[in-house]
């Protein structure tokens, strides 16, 4: 791959691994969580204890699948 | 709104937990190496970030409350989940241990004449792989609090401490809790993060700016409960059934 084509990849790989990290289901839940958010919102439905049950939940998941990788 | 008091704690103990690091990498270089060469890599290092805070606040300071605080809340929650989940796992791993390592001052001193850019790159590499984080925690926390100027103070104040610290008391740096103050931290930042996200959707919290304490509280005692599952966990222990 050449310039400037391979500074592109290699910004977006740092972005990337700066913003989402090792886990990327975590920030993919968040994404949901808040399009779920919003849907619920817009239909009038109380929203605000979504997120902080995904983070909870979703830390749990995440915290249980690293330590089977480290066995 | 945010108190500044918020403010002020959370990007001084994020900044604290980088420059433990940074501080580290520039004490261990500048005592190899020479200190002349190791400082000027720094300082260039610090004009990067300064340059990173004053062009993103700049960016940022135009986007409207609401956008800015969805955008700043989703990014600060991705961010700090990732700090949360690493300071559990280290905490329940090492404890209150520091990041411990050689004492830079057990290796001789280089004394080679002129510029040493070898000092030079890895202390300014050094600060500002290290000083990334920060500067983008001061600049999201402080433009979502409507307070980049008390966010930069409270960076800034902790590499001034850390920094004084690291020189005057090179074994002691180490010995900081750097798992714990990232644990503190990636709550600090998940609980804003939550806030913020939501707010900008236009979606209230019940109390207001109450939740706030509430969301802290839930989630130090999420980190509490996965500490102990945890350490149970590498323990081989299971919860009676």
Redesign the interface.
Known sequence: MRPPLSWIVAIARFLYEFIVGDDWTMAASVAIGLVLSALLNANHIAAWWLIPVIVVLMLGISLRRASGRQR | MTGVVAVLITTFLASAVEAIEMVTIVVGVGATRGWRSTLIGAASGFGVLAMVVVVLGAALSQVPIGPLR?IVG??L???G??W??KG??RVAARGLAGIGGQDPHETAEWTGPGMDWTAWFLSFKGVVLEG??VA?IVVTFGAGSNQLGAAVVGGVGALVIIGAIGFSLHQTVRRIPRSLLQLIVGVLL?TFG?FW??EG??????GGDA?IPG?LV??AA?ALT?IT??RN??LGLRPAA
């Open positions: 969805l989703a990014l929650l991705t961010f989940l990732q949360f989940r559990i796992m990334l984080e983008f998940s939550s996200a939501i959707l236009g979606i209230e919290w019940p939740a969301l839930l989630y999420t996965y599952l945890e966990r590498a």
